[in-house]
């Protein structure tokens, strides 16, 4: 899974403040997903990107939350105003085709702290 | 709604200790059920995915079955470098591409 490369691995944020995680699929992946896991908890579904499209957003929080999967660049998953309860791992994971059975492949995830 | 649930919660095994873990699920309708290892401070790593019931895959000591309710990963005579996390997720028909995950088993091998 190192092919999927998210930046930053760690990052620390002030409450009030925004968090941008970026996320590089695999090369020739045009699909993306971001997931959170809260401590303790498992993975959540957040949304699913094609190039410039949102095709599946059922899992993000309705207000400060927003994602983006532009024609050139990384996917990059927007938080505003952060709060204490916004701490998790974000992981983002690429696969090539939307259809049927094609493993999603995951990054390191982005370890954000909200102090 | 899809739910996953995974048992144990953590197990502790002896190396060469034979043992499965449980992956129970509901959904409307199973595109796909995978297996996945994590350690701790990285990504999920893919292991396996089943289709369908009574599909068997194997990979070094794991080997993963699927029923229509459930899906087993044993594991053969394991080492501690086989200790991480194993989560399960489904994939449900209608959808779309999004995985759905189990809390996951804590998996610890002592040499």
């Known amino acids: 899974n190192a092919g999927v490369m998210q930046n930053p691995r760690h990052l620390v944020r002030r409450r009030g403040q925004e968090a941008r995680l970026r996320c590089s699929p695999m090369?020739?992946?045009?699909?993306v997903y971001w997931y959170r896991q809260l401590p303790e908890e498992g993975l959540k579904f957040m949304v699913y990107?094609?190039?410039?499209?949102?095709?599946?957003e059922s899992g993000m929080p309705k207000e400060r939350f927003s994602a983006e999967f532009p024609k050139e660049g990384p996917s990059i998953l927007r938080i505003q105003q952060v709060v204490r309860g916004d701490s998790a791992a974000y992981f983002c994971?690429?696969?090539?085709?939307?259809?049927?059975?094609?493993?999603?492949?995951f990054g390191q995830g982005t370890r954000l702290t909200v102090v | 709604e899809d739910q996953v649930t995974q048992s144990p919660e953590a197990l502790r095994l002896q190396e060469g200790e034979s043992s499965s873990l449980n992956c129970s699920y509901t959904?409307?309708?199973?595109?796909?059920l995978f297996w996945y290892r994590q350690d701790p401070g990285k990504g999920p790593e893919f292991l396996f995915t089943?289709?369908?019931a009574g599909e068997e895959k194997e990979k070094e000591r794991l080997k993963a079955t699927l029923t229509k309710k459930e899906s087993f990963l044993h594991i053969t005579a394991p080492k501690p470098e086989d200790s991480a996390t194993y989560l399960c997720?489904?994939?449900?028909?209608?959808?779309?591409?999004?995985?759905?995950f189990g809390e996951g088993t804590q998996l610890t091998v002592n040499p």
């Open positions: 089943l289709y369908s």
């Open positions: 994971a690429s696969s090539p085709l939307r259809q049927r059975n094609t493993e999603a492949f």
């Open positions: 990107l094609q190039k410039e499209n949102i095709i599946d």
């Open positions: 959904v409307s309708g199973l595109r796909g």
């Open positions: 090369k020739g992946h045009s699909h």
């Open positions: 997720a489904v994939q449900e028909e209608t959808s779309g591409s999004r995985l759905t």
